[in-house]
């Protein structure tokens, strides 16, 4: 592992407080950053704020860069316009998203999100390590599956079984009309997974 990033708040890549651990010249460097977009958050010293994170201690493997582990902390509330003000309550939203390279670079599926409870004293925490593109992407192969698979099946199935029937033509029209429907939906999931693909790689 090369570099470890976390959200503060907030749900997705925009407006999003973000630390980023990332190796440098053999030690971890700590970096208060922000994003304001589907790109690579800026440090908030670039942004006129302040840097409000001071690394403790860390420990890097010797070996194949399997993991990272570091210490560091700041103040709950910094006073910097950059920095979400971190409050002691049930439920505050973190993200996370890592990579191999030995600095920060798009993450591709190695993103998710944590819900913690900060007023515990313990470890409940709940994880919701589904993205959005997580969910699109799941959406669309059980749409697909279930549109190839079984729904174009059915105006066939009518053709051969109800072609007799007086109310045959409408009904068969109408299920028709309902697959066409399912596989415009189907296409437009896609479409809309191709675009998010497209704006969260890297500038």
Same mark, same amino acid.
């Given at each position: 592992?090369?570099?470890? +990033?976390?959200?503060?708040?907030?749900?997705?890549?925009?407006?999003?407080?973000?630390?980023?651990?990332?190796?440098?010249?053999?030690s971890l460097a700590v970096?208060?950053?922000?994003?304001?977009?589907?790109?690579?958050?800026?440090?908030?010293?670039?942004?006129?704020?302040?840097?409000?994170? /001071?690394?403790?201690?860390?420990?890097?493997?010797?070996?194949?860069?399997?993991?990272?582990?570091?210490?560091?902390?700041?103040?709950?509330?910094?006073?910097?316009?950059?920095?979400?003000?971190?409050?002691?309550?049930?439920?505050?939203?973190?993200?996370?998203?890592?990579?191999?390279?030995?600095?920060?670079?798009?993450?591709?599926?190695?993103? +998710?999100?944590?819900?913690?409870d900060l007023n515990s004293? +313990?470890?409940?925490?709940?994880?919701?390590?589904?993205?959005?593109?997580?969910?699109?992407?799941?959406?669309?192969?059980? +749409?697909?599956?279930?549109?190839?698979?079984?729904?174009?099946?059915?105006?066939?199935? /009518?053709?051969?079984?109800?072609?007799?029937?007086?109310?045959?033509?409408? /009904?068969?029209?109408?299920?028709?009309?309902?697959?066409?429907?399912?596989?415009?939906?189907?296409?437009?999931?896609?479409?809309?997974?191709?675009?998010?693909?497209?704006?969260?790689?890297?500038?």
């Open positions: 592992m090369g570099w470890v +990033g976390l959200g503060l708040g907030g749900t997705g890549m925009i407006n999003v407080d973000m630390v980023t651990i990332e190796r440098k010249n053999g970096t208060d950053r922000y994003a304001t977009d589907y790109a690579a958050p800026q440090s908030d010293v670039d942004l006129g704020g302040n840097e409000s994170y /001071t690394l403790v201690e860390y420990e890097l493997p010797t070996d194949d860069k399997t993991y990272i582990r570091a210490k560091f902390w700041r103040l709950l509330d910094t006073g910097d316009p950059w920095d979400t003000v971190i409050a002691k309550e049930p439920g505050f939203l973190m993200s996370w998203a890592f990579g191999t390279s030995t600095s920060m670079s798009y993450h591709g599926d190695n993103v +998710g999100m944590v819900q913690v004293t +313990g470890s409940q925490e709940s994880a919701a390590r589904y993205s959005t593109m997580d969910i699109l992407t799941y959406s669309h192969k059980i +749409g697909q599956t279930l549109l190839w698979g079984i729904v174009i099946d059915i105006p066939l199935l /009518t053709v051969l079984f109800l072609r007799t029937w007086k109310y045959f033509a409408i /009904t068969h029209a109408i299920i028709s009309a309902v697959v066409g429907a399912f596989g415009t939906a189907s296409l437009i999931i896609q479409t809309i997974i191709c675009n998010l693909s497209n704006r969260i790689q890297p500038d």
